[in-house]
């Protein structure tokens, strides 16, 4: 098969949904199928620019179109493309924002409508509408249903294959009447520590938060919670916090506290993956910052997952009217105490749901049983 990946941007290391493609693509081609990367809306370039983009000594060819391109000539670019590719599949990695900064492409249904051709469509949706949450305020709510209707005019577009990674969106899309398989993420940041290289600070007890950090995580009370856990137990490393990569805003907060409370803290900022996964390594827990009904779309997670380390879901609480989410494998929700200490004791579960060998061939698959 011959599969189109579209996105919105393709700069490495720069956008998530455009690292996943790309390591799906190479994934796609290592398996003996045509692939290439087309996107859409790029935030990182200028001008049309085709570029061959390499990953694990794979190269794939990427096309980019600026996001500031006029629609018609968006088109054209993409009409040239498929002549010259002719792919049976154009798979889209769907995420609102990817294609307009605010969350609301409204060109995108109508875009999508115009492209010509005899391909298949599959759409992966990384993320669906805004305001599930029933604390979210009005002007969310009101915006997750522009989005909600975005969705569903693409979906009525194309009959589209569809795929999404979490059972949230799974629920949402079958409530609109759409069948969506899982399709689980895969770690971007490859495990490169042989066991003979992995080398624990003895001397440090080390937490890490990677990625983008969510706002309304009751940091304080965890804190408290943590330092009341390890005072009582045998624990006599020094604790520290690792920030990999770009944190955001909601980094100011666990700082301040870290700072009131006297815990050591490293601030790393954008680092190459090698390095990423070698802070990884020397961590003994990790922490997500993602509500924990949401978990299943952190690529973050994934990658903690992926250095084998448990995490603790230290996250503002989410509830979705009509839905109760299960327990995820390695991950437990902090609440108190007693969620800490469930961390420390239990073990860590090997699974090859997040392996990019696995979630490829499962791609395949659904493509195959549709083609």
Not at 200 to 225: M, Q, T, W
Request: aromatic share 12%.
């Amino acid at each position: 098969m011959d599969i189109l990946f579209i996105c919105g941007s393709a700069q490495p290391g720069k956008d998530g949904v455009g690292d996943y493609t790309r390591q799906l693509c190479v994934n796609v081609i290592k398996y003996g199928h045509k692939a290439q990367i087309l996107s859409l809306c790029d935030q990182q370039v200028k001008v049309f620019t085709v570029e061959n983009q390499t990953h694990s000594d794979t190269s794939v060819i990427v096309h980019r179109i600026p996001i500031t391109t006029r629609n018609k000539n968006r088109l054209i670019w993409v009409q040239e493309i498929l002549k010259k590719f002719e792919p049976h599949w154009i798979s889209l990695q769907f995420v609102p924002y990817s294609f307009n900064p605010k969350g609301l492409p409204f060109w995108l249904p109508s875009f999508l409508k115009s492209i010509r051709g005899n391909q298949k469509w599959h759409i992966m949706f990384h993320e669906l509408w805004i305001g599930l949450d029933q604390n979210d305020s009005y002007k969310t709510k009101f915006i997750g249903s522009l989005q909600k209707s975005l969705i569903l005019k693409i979906l009525k577009i194309k009959e589209p294959l569809i795929n999404t990674q979490t059972k949230l969106y799974q629920a949402k899309l079958k409530s609109l009447g759409y069948n969506a398989p899982l399709l689980p993420l895969f770690s971007n940041i490859k495990n490169e520590v042989s066991v003979i290289d992995l080398n624990k600070n003895e001397l440090e007890l080390r937490f890490c938060i990677f990625g983008s950090i969510h706002y309304g995580a009751p940091v304080e009370k965890f804190i408290n919670d943590l330092k009341l856990v390890l005072s009582s137990s045998k624990e006599k490393r020094a604790l520290k916090f690792l920030f990999i990569g770009h944190c955001g805003h909601a980094l100011g907060e666990w700082k301040k506290i870290l700072l009131e409370n006297k815990i050591n803290f490293e601030i790393t900022g954008f680092i190459e993956e090698e390095e990423i996964s070698k802070l990884l390594s020397s961590c003994n827990y990790g922490i997500s910052t993602t509500p924990y009904i949401l978990n299943q779309k952190s690529g973050s997670l994934v990658a903690m997952f992926e250095h084998q380390l448990k995490v603790l879901c230290v996250a503002r609480n989410w509830n979705v009217k009509g839905f109760k989410h299960g327990t995820f494998l390695n991950l437990v929700n902090y609440k108190n105490k007693e969620s800490i200490n469930q961390l420390i004791n239990q073990k860590f579960l090997f699974s090859n749901e997040n392996n990019l060998e696995f979630v490829g061939s499962k791609f395949l698959n659904g493509l195959k049983e549709r083609y």
